[in-house]
């Protein structure tokens, strides 16, 4: 492969990126015949066809993947040398693509003001999705970090926790379980429970909560794809809802909603910052993962705000 460039590479993602040989001329400020003739020259290199030319735009075939996945793995590597060259140079700059699962979005701000308290000059460049977006971009390499309560499984990553992540039940103030103690399984099942869509690390918790009676969440339950939509649903009235401690600071504190006393709850799960473990961190990627472990705890809610009952009565789960 002593004839493989860049720009042979480049022209792989941007017709990935955006369908046709036309849009990618575009975007890489070349004409469609250049375009054309890179792939000709990169298909001719390989021996194998990459793309398969249909009414529907230019789609990539088996081989066409692995030359993506190298072609973002060689713009991730450029990345790290600008900024390691920019270190050496003395010059504190740099940019992360930082990716968020929907329920870290409440937090997350907060821990990047705090970062560039300490690195003012370097970018943070916010994405968020559900869990399956935040995978799938880590995994096309167009994210450098991302924070979730789950590592993918599907391909090496590099995962370093950094706070609890608390998951409890919650209703409206003037519901009649705000009033009980130490509720179990049976009598929740009793209400309308509101949970996350499938594949949802949230939901894949209360699935493994209500693991002991068969088709639990198979009953009286209703699915929102959201955690903004459940807290709404939940201070409607509508029945009570299985979610994360860290999005609901703010209506606890003005008494909109309130944490039910579960027996067995919180269930504790873990935030990590993960990365992909084939490429090498930009100082600016390291100095944010530092920050993480040393300090990312201390801009999480705090659980013990939350449960002003148990405070008081000196109870809970730990």
């Not at 740099?94 to 699962?101: E, F, K, N, Y």
């Not at 649903?233 to 909603?257: D, N, P, Q, Y």
């Amino acid at each position: 492969m002593r004839t493989l460039t860049l720009r042979q590479l480049r022209s792989v993602q941007a017709i990935y990126q955006h369908g046709t040989i036309a849009a990618a001329a575009r975007t890489l400020g070349l004409t469609a015949p250049a375009v054309t003739l890179q792939i000709k020259q990169l298909e001719e290199e390989f021996g194998l066809a990459l793309f398969d030319r249909t009414s529907d735009g230019m789609q990539l075939r088996e081989a066409g993947f692995a030359a993506l996945r190298a072609a973002n793995a060689i713009e991730t590597v450029l990345r790290g040398l600008a900024d390691d060259m920019d270190a050496i140079r003395g010059v504190r700059h740099g940019s992360i693509r930082l990716g968020v699962v929907s329920t870290a979005k409440y937090f997350a701000p907060r821990m990047i003001a705090a970062f560039r308290q300490d690195h003012p000059a370097i970018e943070i460049k916010l994405h968020i999705g559900n869990r399956s977006d935040i995978v799938q971009q880590l995994r096309a390499y167009q994210l450098d970090i991302a924070l979730m309560g789950r590592a993918p499984t599907e391909f090496a990553v590099d995962a370093i926790f950094f706070g609890d992540h608390p998951l409890v039940m919650i209703a409206a103030p003037d519901h009649p379980l705000c009033a009980l103690r130490d509720i179990g399984k049976d009598r929740l099942l009793q209400e309308p429970i509101i949970i996350r869509e499938l594949g949802s690390g949230t939901r894949r918790s209360l699935e493994t909560f209500f693991a002991s009676i068969p088709d639990a969440l198979d009953r009286n339950t209703v699915e929102m794809g959201s955690n903004e939509t459940i807290k709404q649903a939940v201070m409607a009235g509508l029945g009570i809802a299985f979610i994360s401690a860290h999005t609901i600071a703010l209506e606890v504190e003005m008494k909109r909603l309130v944490v039910l006393d579960v027996a067995d709850m919180p269930i504790r799960r873990q935030w990590f910052a993960v990365a992909r473990s084939d490429r090498v961190p930009a100082p600016a990627e390291a100095a944010f993962t530092t920050f993480l472990t040393r300090k990312g705890a201390m801009h999480l809610p705090l659980l013990d705000r939350l449960y002003p009952a148990k405070a008081a009565d000196g109870g809970g789960t730990d």
